[in-house]
């Protein structure tokens, strides 16, 4: 949940200019998404989002370095055309692909600066994603399934 929300707000702040946090909230709101005021400054702050200036006052945007590349949808819409399946085990992940998908999906993990996902490592069909605390590896598993489900387009 927490990835897809992240994931949403940077698909929000890269369409409209949004101003506060109390906004960026209520967007998600009306998105589906369950939120405070208080989840939305934590993932503010690990998405190191900036304020910049414009010409009404100032509104959130991305930090200029390579870790938030992708958007929600760009990394739902690759899952859902390439991972087949998905298991797991203590903290490994592991994640099966078309054959020759494993590093386009895995490259997205890894931009997407995911918190509890150390990093991934991927073959031709296959991805290991190295989870940090243990704990965390079943709900990293459903928000891989939630990707993977498809949608109508």
């Known amino acids: 949940m927490k990835l897809r929300r992240q994931l949403c707000i940077i698909d929000i702040i890269s369409q409209k200019e949004v101003g506060t946090q109390e906004e960026l909230c209520e967007t998600l709101k009306n998105q589906g998404f369950d939120v405070t005021q208080a989840t939305v400054s934590r993932d503010i702050k690990e998405l190191k989002l900036i304020k910049v200036a414009d010409k009404d006052g100032y509104h959130y945007a991305l930090p200029d370095t390579p870790g938030v590349k992708g958007s929600y949808e760009r990394m739902k819409r690759v899952i859902e055309d390439?991972?087949?399946?998905?298991d797991y085990s203590e903290n490994l992940i592991v994640i099966k692909t078309l054959p020759g998908s494993a590093h386009a999906v895995a490259s997205l993990i890894d931009s997407a600066?995911?918190?509890?996902?150390?990093?991934t490592v991927?073959?031709?069909?296959?991805?290991?994603?190295v989870v940090k605390p243990k704990e965390a590896a079943p709900g990293i598993l459903e928000?891989?399934?939630?990707l993977m489900l498809k949608s109508n387009r």
């Open 122 to 129: 991927a073959g031709d069909d296959t991805i290991l994603a």
């Open 113 to 119: 600066e995911w918190p509890t996902i150390i990093g």
């Open 143 to 146: 928000e891989f399934e939630q």
């Open 82 to 86: 390439s991972v087949l399946g998905l």
